[in-house]
């Protein structure tokens, strides 16, 4: 067990799914759950970062039946207070070696889940966990991001990704150590608040030395979910690695 903080207690877990951001987007969450049930044929899937069930409910409308682990208790409260929830087992601890029942076609972590483990350590450990838990010719997901280290200039650690009328939020990156930080600033009758949680980047490469090192297979690598072309212009990708069949 790695000695994560939890960052998505009750104050960020009451207002997480009031979110309006891109990820929230009906056609967003559609376009997820069909590419994961395709990937899934059928199978069992395990959600690594299940939060309060974005992707997992979906999915399991889909006929395809889910598991999580997560650490936070706040976020599986919120899941387990939804409509269809009592149909996903949910494991509470660290996603990097916290193990859940059973054995799946589909290991998934969406969102730029896996910085959440803000050690490299951590991030090698949770591609050994989601080969432990795939059963031969099932196939591990991650959607994340590529840093956007291409837009900091000499000098520049921070980047704004949203300013508005009472809110503001940045990311710090540290390119020496691959770490980094998402920050929230925000002005309510009269009173600030601030709150920071810490990530861990990786480019495609590294992850898949990790997945490579778990005995998974080559990439298959997108730029979004309906499978558009990876270039040297993409912002995020969603890459899938498979255990071998034999």
Same mark, same amino acid.
């Given at each position: 067990?790695?000695?994560?903080?939890?960052? =998505?207690?009750?104050?960020?877990?009451? #207002?997480?799914? %009031?979110?309006?951001? @891109?990820? /929230? &987007?009906? $056609?967003?969450?559609?376009?997820?759950?069909?590419?994961?049930?395709?990937?899934?044929?059928?199978?069992?899937?395990?959600?690594?970062?299940?939060?309060?069930?974005?992707?997992?409910?979906?999915?399991?409308?889909?006929?395809?039946?889910?598991?999580?682990?997560?650490?936070?208790?706040?976020?599986?409260?919120?899941?387990?207070?939804?409509?269809?929830?009592?149909?996903?087992?949910?494991?509470?601890?660290?996603?990097?070696?916290?193990?859940?029942?059973?054995?799946?076609?589909?290991?998934?972590?969406? =969102?730029?889940?896996?910085?959440?483990? #803000?050690?490299? %350590?951590?991030?090698? @450990?949770? /591609? &050994?966990? $989601?080969?432990?838990?795939?059963?031969?010719?099932?196939?591990?997901?991650?959607?994340?991001?590529?840093?956007?280290?291409?837009?900091?200039?000499?000098?520049?650690?921070?980047?704004?990704?949203?300013?508005?009328?009472?809110?503001?939020?940045?990311?710090?990156?540290?390119?020496?150590?691959?770490?980094?930080?998402?920050?929230?600033?925000?002005?309510?009758?009269?009173?600030?608040?601030?709150?920071?949680?810490?990530?861990?980047?990786?480019?495609?490469?590294?992850?898949?030395?990790?997945?490579?090192?778990?005995?998974?297979?080559?990439?298959?690598?997108?730029?979004?979910?309906?499978?558009?072309? /990876?270039?040297?212009?993409?912002?995020?990708?969603?890459?899938?690695?498979?255990?071998?069949?034999?």
């Amino acid at each position: 067990m790695f000695d994560h903080e939890d960052h =998505f207690g009750e104050d960020v877990a009451a #207002t997480y799914d %009031d979110s309006t951001g @891109a990820m /929230f &987007a009906p $056609a967003t969450v559609e376009a997820t759950a069909d590419a994961l049930a395709r990937l899934a044929g059928g199978g069992p899937a395990l959600e690594l970062g299940i939060g309060t069930g974005r992707i997992a409910l979906p999915l399991a409308r889909r006929g395809v039946a889910v598991h999580g682990i997560d650490l936070s208790e706040a976020m599986v409260a919120r899941l387990r207070a939804k409509p269809g929830a009592e149909a996903i087992g949910v494991t509470l601890g660290d996603f990097a070696t916290a193990r859940a029942p059973g054995s799946y076609a589909l290991v998934y972590l969406v =969102f730029n889940t896996i910085g959440n483990l #803000t050690s490299q %350590d951590a991030q090698v @450990a949770c /591609f &050994a966990n $989601a080969a432990a838990h795939l059963r031969p010719g099932g196939c591990f997901v991650i959607e994340t991001g590529v840093p956007e280290l291409r837009r900091l200039p000499p000098g520049q650690s921070m980047l704004p990704f949203h300013a508005g009328p009472t809110q503001w939020a940045f990311d710090v990156y540290d390119t020496a150590t691959q770490a980094m930080s998402s920050n929230y600033v925000e002005v309510a009758e009269g009173r600030g608040s601030f709150r920071s949680i810490p990530f861990r980047y990786a480019w495609p490469a590294e992850l898949d030395l990790m997945a490579r090192m778990a005995g998974l297979s080559p990439p298959q690598r997108w730029s979004g979910w309906s499978g558009e072309p /990876f270039t040297h212009e993409s912002t995020q990708h969603v890459s899938i690695w498979r255990k071998p069949a034999a």
